[in-house]
């Protein structure tokens, strides 16, 4: 019988003391969404910094992905697509990063580390790059994010009076869908990214402790980025769905 443990939560690096009660200030998600943030704007900054007429390599790739934005921006938001498609660019390509950090997990382990130097207290030492996406708040945030975007443009394609009659026009009961709507819409993004992403992080946990290397290494080019994609891919295309609804109804009306 193999005994598994699996930390699904994020771990406390670093707390604060505040009235005398510890409050976690630095995790290793926050940690993670660091690392990201900075490898992605190192290599945004290497792929831009020399452009040329005629795109090749790093350049190509970066303007398929941005031709990709730009077309599922236009065909969903028409006029306002070019507004919104930086915001759409980023968290897509922010999402699809985090999604499958997993893939990057070149660090050696706390064991290896203990079987080369001969140091016990190494074995420990977790050095394991996760998805911080398999944590509940960091979907949540991301999810509130879009919701405020969501909002944000209702408002400016309607303005306050016509944000504010879609509570009760056609009727009043209207109010309580749309508030229901604007809980329910968060909630759903959130849980639909972790669930997802931690069910993979799970399986792919039991698959590396009661498998041989080669099993997990076929099984993490599906958890690990097949799927890591497809769902970064899914929650971009939700907001732009929501995006879409807010400006089409301001357009009917019109």
Not at 18 to 44: E, H, K, Q, W, Y
Not at 217 to 242: Q, R
Request: with cysteine; proline share 5%.
């Amino acid at each position: 019988m193999i005994l598994l443990s699996i930390s699904v939560d994020s771990h406390v690096l670093f707390s604060v003391d505040i009235g005398g009660r510890s409050v976690p200030f630095i995790t290793d998600a926050v940690l993670a969404m660091c690392f990201v943030t900075a490898a992605v704007s190192l290599l945004l900054f290497l792929f831009t910094r020399k452009l040329d007429k005629v795109p090749k390599g790093p350049q190509l790739a970066l303007e398929m992905l941005l031709n990709l934005v730009n077309g599922m921006t236009e065909e969903k938001l028409h006029h306002h697509g070019k507004r919104y498609a930086p915001y759409i660019a980023t968290i897509l390509l922010f999402l699809a990063f985090l999604n499958s950090l997993a893939v990057f997990n070149i660090l050696p382990s706390g064991s290896f580390l203990a079987w080369i130097t001969g140091n016990e207290h190494l074995e420990h030492v977790e050095l394991l790059l996760e998805p911080p996406t398999r944590n509940f708040n960091v979907t949540l945030c991301f999810a509130l994010i879009t919701m405020i975007v969501v909002v944000v443009a209702e408002f400016k394609v309607k303005g306050f009076k016509g944000w504010l009659r879609g509570f009760y026009k056609p009727s009043p009961i209207y109010g309580f869908v749309k508030i229901l709507d604007y809980i329910v819409r968060p909630m759903t993004l959130c849980l639909r990214l972790f669930g997802t992403i931690l069910g993979g992080f799970i399986a792919m946990s039991l698959l590396y402790n009661a498998m041989p290397i080669a099993l997990p290494a076929v099984a993490g080019v599906y958890f690990d980025i097949f799927d890591a994609l497809l769902h970064a891919y899914v929650f971009t295309f939700l907001t732009l769905m929501y995006l879409e609804e807010s400006v089409e109804i301001h357009e009917e009306v019109n």
